[in-house]
């Protein structure tokens, strides 16, 4: 439906959508909203937009980036938002291998080859020399489920960590620490004995079942100027409102629980005809009604947690990892990470420095961080670059730390604990009204970029469906 031919409230003029959050999932529902004619206002607490994939200029004018954040070829509906907005272009896909940097240097890798799947793995999974055959072929037994396991299948392990998971099936500790270890902290910086083993086999099936689902991709500089940004520009450009610094204190509602507006924590009102929160889900579970609550449909989101998360990033005087491509590592704290001097062009151009050799700008996730929020930044710092030089004995005891930077999320994406899949709420609510997006909300990719693009689009089309419905007299 086209903004020409958008349906009108009973009031007259344009129907106004009033969402709380201005992460990806709120900006995807704001775009598809005014791109259908709807007046919409969105809220967001920070000074920037972005949420989770948010990022901003320090002092000396360097990017600092809220999480690494990369693309999957599996991925669909960011891309088909991307193209729609003209950058998808502007993604930079890498070599399709998996690397592994071990303690003192050691490391191993997984390359596909162009075969029809699962075969384009076998490759990945025999030649390669760190493990031995008994655990490649204990591992290449588990793959039948992962890639022919039905959706009542994977909702059963639900009940499982991936750890229990993966010992039932008899692959060995070794595989566990050094190549799940790193890919559980990665995708929800969750270790395997507390990640939900739905989760990983989906995933796992997810890039064993599609060849170029694994393939990744970096954005060829920071979020603001290559995809937030120009969805932000989007928005306004259409019709939108976008207003920073708005801390939403409750949802209000009316005689029939019909949400009837939203307060804000400065006490201004902010009204409309459709509500939407695209919320992380403990600001969710602060702002909704006690009322609400009393519908399990609600009363259950109190069940979910996040988790907290650490980014570090650190600038060197040379290079050190010579990788153009993502890194795991199962040793230390750094599960994931990469050297954007080498993936990231905006950012290695933008240095300052005379010489011609790229310089290590580094990211990392630091997982699990739940024991690590108390220390300070420096001791942070510390710990990870004893990692690093312990991966690259080589190349980074001759280098120096030139800046850092340390993001903590105390609560980021939401805790998979094996049994709460079942609570994830659909996008559509009891309440006629009112919408939910984000990563916790049912769709295939949990909280990603993907996910959350997925969630507020899905919000979106409920709420599309809705309004036609009561326009129709249905």
């Keep these: 439906m086209t903004a020409a031919t958008a349906l009108k409230p009973t009031h007259g003029g344009p129907s106004r959508v009033v969402i709380c959050g201005g992460g990806l999932a709120g900006l995807a529902a704001a775009k598809t909203l005014v791109d259908n004619g709807f007046e919409v206002e969105l809220l967001e607490q920070r000074p920037i937009l972005g949420g989770k994939v948010s990022s901003w200029r320090d002092k000396d004018g360097d990017w600092i980036e809220t999480g690494l954040h990369v693309f999957f070829g599996a991925y669909v509906e960011i891309y088909e938002l991307m193209r729609e907005l003209g950058t998808y272009n502007r993604i930079l896909w890498k070599e399709h291998k998996l690397t592994y940097t071990l303690d003192k240097g050691e490391r191993f890798s997984f390359r596909t080859t162009k075969l029809p799947s699962p075969l384009h793995l076998m490759p990945a999974v025999f030649e390669n020399k760190y493990f031995g055959l008994g655990e490649k072929l204990t591992l290449g037994k588990s793959l039948f489920p992962m890639l022919f396991g039905s959706e009542k299948y994977y909702a059963e392990q639900d009940n499982y960590t991936y750890q229990e998971w993966h010992q039932r099936w008899g692959i060995n500790e070794k595989m566990l620490k050094k190549m799940f270890l790193p890919m559980t902290l990665s995708l929800k910086f969750m270790p395997p004995e507390e990640i939900s083993a739905k989760v990983v086999l989906d995933v796992a099936g997810t890039f064993l079942r599609e060849p170029d689902a694994s393939k990744m991709g970096f954005l ?56 939407m929160t695209a919320l992380p889900i403990h600001k969710l579970q602060r702002v909704l009604p006690s009322e609400l609550k009393e519908n399990p ?125 079942k609570y994830r709420p659909t996008q559509k609510t009891p309440v006629p009204n009112f919408f939910l997006a984000g990563g916790y909300t049912q769709q295939r990719f949990y909280d990603s970029m993907e996910g959350a693009v997925s969630s507020g689009r899905r919000a979106a089309r409920a709420l599309l469906e809705t309004h036609r419905g009561q326009a129709a007299g249905r």
């Design 297 to 421: 449909f609600f009363g259950d989101l109190d069940k979910f947690e996040g988790v907290p998360v650490i980014t570090v990033q650190m600038w060197l005087d040379r290079q050190v990892t010579f990788i153009d491509n993502i890194l795991f590592c199962p040793d230390g704290i750094i599960p994931v990470y990469a050297d954007f001097g080498n993936t990231t062009p905006d950012y290695f151009l933008d240095q300052k420095a005379e010489m011609a050799q790229r310089r290590s700008r580094l990211e990392f996730v630091v997982a699990p961080a739940k024991n690590l929020m108390h220390l300070s930044d420096e001791e942070i710092v510390a710990r990870v670059w004893d990692n690093v030089q312990s991966c690259f004995p080589n190349s980074a005891p001759k280098a120096k730390i030139t800046k850092s930077a340390v993001v903590r999320v105390p609560q980021s994406v939401f805790a998979t604990k094996p049994g709460i899949d």
């Design 220 to 275: 060829k500089g920071s979020p603001q100027e290559h995809l937030t940004g120009p969805l932000c520009d989007y928005i306004v450009k259409n019709g939108g409102k976008i207003r920073t610094g708005c801390n939403v204190k409750t949802l209000l509602l009316d005689e029939r629980k019909n949400i009837s507006g939203i307060e804000l924590m400065d006490g201004e009102r902010v009204t409309g005809d459709y509500y």
